[in-house]
């Protein structure tokens, strides 16, 4: 399992990376990456929802109401263009990590 202290600064990435492939949800996100890191990384619903405030807050995503048409209306996110320009600032501070 990935600890979420090695993670952490990069829970932005990862949620802009999804959002970048289509508009989702809370839940949906959280159960997309941990089907992706195969179970290794199993996000915290507050860490989550700590990053979607923060990426929101920033102008980086923005959210809209779903228009299901059963249950309680899900609150959907979607990246913003200022949110594409920081999630490729944040693959090229990844790429020079990795270096």
Request: charged share 25%; aromatic share 14%.
């Amino acid at each position: 399992m990935i600890s979420s202290d090695v993670i952490r600064g990069y829970n932005d990435t990862i949620i802009l990376h999804l959002l970048k492939e289509h508009d989702s949800y809370g839940y949906e996100l959280s159960k997309e990456i941990q089907s992706r890191s195969r179970g290794n990384y199993p996000i915290k619903e507050t860490t989550l929802y700590s990053a979607i405030n923060r990426l929101e807050k920033n102008g980086y995503i923005a959210s809209y109401s779903g228009s299901e048409s059963f249950g309680k209306p899900r609150t959907y996110f979607t990246i913003t263009n200022a949110g594409r320009a920081y999630y490729k600032e944040k693959c090229e501070e990844w790429r020079l990590t990795k270096q």
